[in-house]
């Protein structure tokens, strides 16, 4: 089944101690991209990826990291969490041609207390 | 930067037809997607449109003016089932690369 896998769905985290949050798609997208989504803001792009080692940031990328290693594979990295990188982020994958849209995974709900 | 304007809520009558309008500024415009989004799931893809015109897919519809900034999606013959937000995404050129820029979203009530 062709899908975008996030892991984990739910986090509950203490201030400053490092997470990663993975996203896998099985699709050979090119695209890969990390959203949040916060109340009255709607989804922000934080960093998004154009092919293996090809990464730039998006409107929000200050507090994350991300690689692309693999074609497949866009990890999202908190070094330091703060509480107000609390949100629900999703992951996202299509092919450059945006023809068909993007996939979303699940999501992941992070909670930084 | 990038502004897209929509509205933030509307409601419409199970059967009607609705039309949910966006505005956007944007530098390097490369593309317009609707996409749906029910509570506490993620968005799920609804149309693209990169050139003027009406794209028509079932039920949905949606329509591009690149010289006005416009684009609207229609619902037509709403179903209970169509309660979502609706959220207009502009792709756009920076310098080589692609953004993607999601409005707040339009939240849709329809009611019996």
């Known amino acids: 089944e062709a899908q975008v896998t996030q892991n984990p769905r739910y986090l509950i985290t203490v201030t400053g101690k490092k997470l990663t949050v993975t996203c896998s798609q099985n699709?050979?997208?090119?695209?890969m991209s990390w959203y949040r989504q916060d109340p009255g803001l709607g989804l922000r792009q934080i960093y998004y990826?154009?092919?293996?080692?090809?990464?730039d940031k998006g409107d929000v990328p200050e507090g994350y990291k991300v690689s692309r290693k693999e074609k497949r594979n866009f990890p999202l990295i908190l070094e330091s969490p703060s509480p107000n990188q609390t949100s629900l982020y999703f992951c996202a994958s299509g092919f450059l041609s945006a023809g068909n849209g993007y996939t979303f995974g699940s999501g992941t709900r992070l909670t930084v207390v | 930067g990038q502004n897209i304007d929509q509205p933030t809520e509307m409601t419409a009558t199970e059967g009607a037809i609705v039309q949910i309008n966006c505005t956007y500024q944007?530098?390097?415009?490369?593309?317009l997607f609707w996409y749906q989004q029910h509570a506490g799931e993620a968005p799920t893809f609804l149309s693209y449109n990169v050139l003027d015109g009406l794209e028509e897919k079932g039920r949905f519809s949606s329509f591009l003016s690149r010289s006005k900034g416009y684009s609207y999606l229609l619902l037509k013959e709403l179903q209970m089932k169509d309660s979502a937000s609706y959220l207009c995404?502009?792709?756009?050129?920076?310098?080589?690369?692609?953004?993607?820029?999601f409005g707040t979203g339009t939240k849709l009530q329809v009611i019996p």
């Open positions: 990826s154009m092919n293996v080692e090809v990464t």
């Open positions: 995404a502009v792709r756009s050129h920076s310098g080589g690369y692609q953004k993607v820029t």
């Open positions: 944007t530098s390097g415009f490369n593309g």
């Open positions: 699709m050979n997208h090119e695209y």
